[in-house]
């Protein structure tokens, strides 16, 4: 079992408040991810879990047990660095199994521990070869082999893939999920980047001046953000301010949004959120719209294309409804021009509706 939980944390640096988080819990074996932008405390949380960094207040608790005292080198946790951290005078075999004989192992175990993690992860045969000798993705890979050799309750990472390449970095991040479901480790991801967290993690927490704003799964983070905040950080978003001025269908949370250049769109919403006559904003993502086809009935609005850019799969298109700008994505490789009008459709059913006073929080 490796069940962690934060209560109360409080870490204050100057008039910064760097981890402010009243309660947490991170299941056994789950990939938890804090994500956030630069400076929101996801690193300080994680230093706090490690040891590394001292709260001001609050309690670190590991299966019950209050670990807050606890020096990091006998947390039994692991960690996996920005920077990988490797010993550049030590080959890769020394530097998986240095964990190992700080802890005193017997050299015959290690020899076994080591050639597990390192056909674990793929690195056979590079046993004697030293940090520079190896490719950024294969640093990587030692540097999480140095980690779990030492069979850790907790494993963490601090931006562990922001050194490679695009490319690398999308496959590793693949790799590491496999990894740690395969292992069974409870696992704590810290990174600013939403397509990594969200390919690597099973729940979040997105934080912001050192508060969690929304906890919950990819898909509900996505899907049903909290706040402006969240809906901006989280995928690419287009937004348009109006008013809620009719409740078609209560049952169903059916309204109809107005906007000031006399726009009026339709959508669903969730009315214990929101009132007849309030100021909301619309969360338009370029998944929610489509070029207009004869079948669409609602919805339907003219639209100015400003950008066309071709994708090699599709054309990507910045357009403006009335005059808000919005985006959307076709497939077909057949262009219309900057300048041009055409007929576009925003799916009523992914349109998120969220209240005016929830815009900045």
Same mark, same amino acid.
């Given at each position: 079992?490796?069940?962690?939980?934060?209560?109360?944390?409080?870490?204050?640096?100057?008039?910064?408040?760097?981890?402010?988080?009243?309660?947490?819990? +991170?299941?056994?074996?789950?990939?938890?991810?804090?994500?956030?932008?630069?400076?929101?405390?996801?690193?300080?949380?994680?230093? +706090?879990?490690?040891?590394?960094?001292?709260?001001?207040?609050?309690?670190?608790?590991?299966?019950?047990?209050?670990? &807050?005292?606890?020096?990091?080198?006998?947390?039994?946790?692991?960690?996996?660095?920005?920077?990988?951290?490797?010993?550049?005078?030590? &080959?890769?075999?020394?530097?998986?199994?240095?964990?190992?004989?700080?802890?005193?192992?017997?050299?015959?175990?290690?020899?076994?521990?080591?050639?597990?993690?390192?056909?674990?992860?793929?690195?056979?045969?590079?046993?004697?070869?030293?940090?520079?000798?190896?490719?950024?993705?294969?640093?990587?890979?030692?540097?999480?082999?140095?980690?779990?050799?030492?069979?850790?309750?907790?494993?963490?990472?601090?931006?562990?893939?922001?050194?490679?390449?695009?490319?690398?970095?999308?496959?590793?991040?693949?790799?590491?999920?496999?990894?740690?479901?395969?292992?069974?480790?409870?696992?704590?991801?810290?990174?600013?980047?939403?397509? #990594?967290?969200?390919?690597?993690?099973?729940?979040?927490? +997105?934080?912001?001046?050192?508060?969690?704003?929304?906890?919950? &799964?990819?898909?509900? +983070?996505?899907?049903?953000?909290?706040?402006?905040?969240?809906?901006?950080?989280?995928?690419?978003?287009?937004?348009?301010?109006?008013?809620?001025?009719?409740?078609?269908?209560?049952?169903?949370?059916?309204?109809?949004?107005?906007? #000031?250049?006399?726009?009026?769109?339709?959508?669903?919403?969730?009315?214990?959120?929101?009132?007849?006559?309030?100021?909301?904003?619309?969360?338009?993502?370029?998944?929610?719209?489509?070029?207009?086809?004869?079948?669409?009935?609602?919805?339907?609005?003219?639209?100015?294309?400003?950008?066309?850019?071709?994708?090699?799969?599709?054309?990507?298109?910045?357009?403006?409804?009335?005059?808000?700008?919005?985006?959307?994505?076709?497939?077909?490789?057949?262009?219309?021009?900057?300048?041009?009008?055409?007929?576009?459709?925003?799916?009523?059913?992914?349109?998120?509706?969220?209240?005016?006073?929830?815009?900045?929080?």
């Amino acid at each position: 079992m490796a069940r962690l939980t934060l209560e109360k944390i409080k870490k204050i640096y100057g008039k910064t408040v760097a981890a402010d988080i009243p309660y947490l819990e +991170i299941k056994d074996k789950e990939f938890f991810g804090l994500l956030g932008p630069s400076g929101c405390g996801k690193t300080t949380t994680l230093r +706090i879990i490690a040891g590394l960094t001292k709260p001001d207040e609050g309690r670190v608790l590991l299966d019950g047990k209050d670990i &807050t005292n606890v020096p990091p080198e006998k947390r039994n946790m692991a960690m996996v660095f920005q920077s990988w951290a490797l010993f550049p005078h030590m &080959t890769v075999y020394d530097n998986v199994a240095f964990g190992l004989r700080l802890r005193k192992v017997p050299e015959n175990e290690i020899r076994k521990k080591v050639k597990w993690a390192l056909e674990l992860l793929r690195l056979e045969g590079l046993e004697n070869r030293y940090p520079h000798q190896l490719s950024g993705g294969q640093q990587q890979r030692v540097a999480v082999a140095r980690a779990i050799v030492i069979e850790p309750q907790v494993l963490l990472f601090d931006e562990p893939l922001s050194n490679l390449d695009a490319k690398l970095r999308e496959n590793v991040r693949f790799e590491l999920r496999k990894l740690q479901k395969r292992l069974g480790i409870t696992s704590i991801y810290v990174t600013h980047d939403q397509a #990594e967290a969200f390919a690597i993690c099973d729940r979040i927490a +997105i934080m912001n001046k050192g508060k969690i704003i929304q906890l919950g &799964t990819p898909e509900e +983070i996505y899907n049903k953000p909290v706040n402006l905040f969240v809906a901006s950080f989280v995928g690419v978003t287009y937004f348009i301010e109006g008013r809620l001025t009719e409740i078609l269908d209560p049952s169903i949370g059916k309204v109809l949004i107005s906007t #000031e250049d006399g726009l009026e769109i339709l959508a669903y919403a969730d009315l214990e959120r929101v009132k007849k006559d309030q100021k909301v904003t619309l969360v338009v993502r370029p998944e929610y719209v489509h070029v207009a086809s004869e079948s669409n009935v609602e919805n339907v609005f003219l639209a100015k294309v400003d950008r066309a850019t071709y994708t090699g799969d599709g054309i990507d298109y910045e357009v403006k409804i009335g005059k808000w700008p919005i985006r959307l994505k076709t497939s077909t490789t057949y262009k219309f021009e900057p300048g041009s009008e055409i007929k576009v459709h925003l799916d009523p059913m992914k349109i998120i509706v969220l209240p005016e006073i929830l815009s900045s929080e």
